[in-house]
């Protein structure tokens, strides 16, 4: 049960460090719904 949530949380981590990378190389803002999840 802990492996799963761990393996679910690093994929999201992952996902967030790619989306993070992609919009720094296009230089746009992220959208509001992701500022939203990384405040929270």
């Known amino acids: ?3 799963i ?3 679910c949380y690093l994929i ?3 996902v ?3 989306n ?3 919009d ?3 230089n746009k803002k ?3 719904r ?3 999840l990384r405040l929270n």
């Open 20 to 22: 993070f990378r992609y």
């Open 30 to 32: 992220p959208p509001i």
């Open 5 to 7: 949530y761990i393996s």
């Open 12 to 14: 999201f981590f992952l």
């Open 24 to 26: 720094v190389k296009s």
């Open 34 to 36: 992701e500022g939203k």
């Open 1 to 3: 049960m802990l492996k």
């Open 16 to 18: 967030q460090f790619l």
